[in-house]
């Protein structure tokens, strides 16, 4: 049985997860966790029992930490425990990000039922689950990435800029094109209010815009958000 903890902070999609799950003979769910650090420990103490998950599915949209937070703390403790990632936001926004921190997937909590029982099998075998609409961001990632940027005598024009930024900057990047102000999210990320706006000038500088209004029509325009 492939062991698999589910960890979203609303109930009734874990429980949907559960469901999904349960037509599968081979996967059982051995546990739940509403946020990011219980997810963590609940694999560390599965570990120090012997056992433990063997595939996690991670929500990236989580409260305390968010889920690439968690996605990094996870692979850095348990390098070979495959994580795939859940998220309702296109696959743009997120997909390339997770699968550079380590992602065994990227799945969108609409997929079928055939579709998320494949990608835990796979996941549990150590090989990727990449939908077609995710090869295809990676696909434009990695032609970014090699591309020649402007000025060096190349055509191809440079990687997206919110491609550019850090971890940590794109946080920032997106509570701040929703509107948040540096101290709710220097609260939400617990950092300091000088930290955040450090991160917000960078912001700034990366994406070419002057304001905050500017950087909420820019995430609107190259994000979708």
């Excluded at 990632?141 to 800029?161: I, N, R, T, Y």
């Amino acid at each position: 049985m492939i062991r698999v903890l589910v960890c979203d902070d609303h109930l009734i999609v874990r429980q949907g997860i559960r469901q999904v799950l349960a037509d599968a003979p081979d996967i059982a769910v051995m546990g739940e966790a509403a946020t990011g650090p219980e997810a963590i420990a609940q694999v560390r103490a599965g570990r120090a029992a012997g056992g433990g998950p063997e595939v996690v599915l991670l929500d990236i949209a989580m409260p305390q930490r968010d889920g690439l937070d968690i996605l990094k703390a996870l692979k850095g403790e348990f390098p070979k425990l495959p994580v795939l990632m859940l998220s309702t936001y296109p696959d743009r926004q997120y997909a390339v990000r997770s699968l550079k921190l380590g992602a065994a997937g990227y799945l969108n909590k609409s997929a079928d039922s055939e579709q998320m029982i494949d990608a835990v099998r796979r996941a549990a075998k150590g090989q990727l689950f990449i939908t077609p609409s995710v090869a295809e961001q990676l696909a434009g990632a990695v032609g970014a990435g090699s591309g020649l940027k402007k000025g060096q005598g190349g055509m191809a024009d440079e990687a997206p800029l919110t491609e550019r930024l850090s971890h940590r900057e794109y946080q920032v990047f997106r509570l701040l094109a929703t509107g948040r102000s540096v101290g709710e999210i220097a609260e939400q990320l617990v950092l300091s209010p000088n930290t955040v706006s450090t991160y917000r000038t960078r912001i700034l500088e990366k994406t070419g815009v002057r304001n905050d209004v500017e950087l909420a029509l820019y995430a609107v325009r190259m994000e979708g958000l």
